[in-house]
């Protein structure tokens, strides 16, 4: 099941998840204040939504959306951020379910998605399938480059 979180006690649910999210993946120090506003700002203004998805009754990954632009358009899309599936739920169909909300809501409000593959414990195959078994095209991949 896929809902749009909306209440304190979403926002707090989605911000555990994200904590977890960052003790995997983060290379940065994650400061949980800013993590929480980032979630407040998504889920209480407008052009931003958190999507909670759910594995029976467990939360098993979120989606945020908001709209941005590039710095050379004013055209704007729906971006992810973040995008989380907890490890365990990761060969369920949660991320399919994900995918498939945030495609629709871009279909609604007549968006572009663009959702960047960013976890380095994910399987980008199994990803780039799943994404374009739902419709998504390959947009190309951000590099990061971290000095050791």
């Known amino acids: 099941m896929i809902r749009a979180a909306d209440s304190d006690d979403d926002i707090i649910a989605v911000h555990k998840l994200l904590m977890v999210m960052g003790n995997e993946v983060a290379r940065e120090p994650v400061d949980p204040i800013m993590v929480m506003e980032h979630i407040v700002g998504l889920v209480r203004k407008q052009g931003g939504a958190v999507l909670m998805a759910f594995h029976e009754s467990e939360l098993a990954g979120v989606l945020g959306l908001q709209e941005r632009h590039q710095w050379w358009t004013r055209s704007t899309f729906l971006a992810d951020a973040p995008l989380y599936v907890l490890p365990e739920y990761r060969n369920t169909d949660v991320f399919p379910a994900l995918l498939q909300e945030a495609r629709a809501i871009g279909d ?7 959702i960047v593959r960013n976890n380095p414990n994910r399987r980008p195959k199994r990803a780039d399938h799943v994404a374009s078994l739902i419709g998504y095209s390959p947009f190309g991949d951000i590099y990061a480059f971290y000095p050791r």
């Open 108 to 114: 609604m409000v007549k968006q572009r998605v663009v």
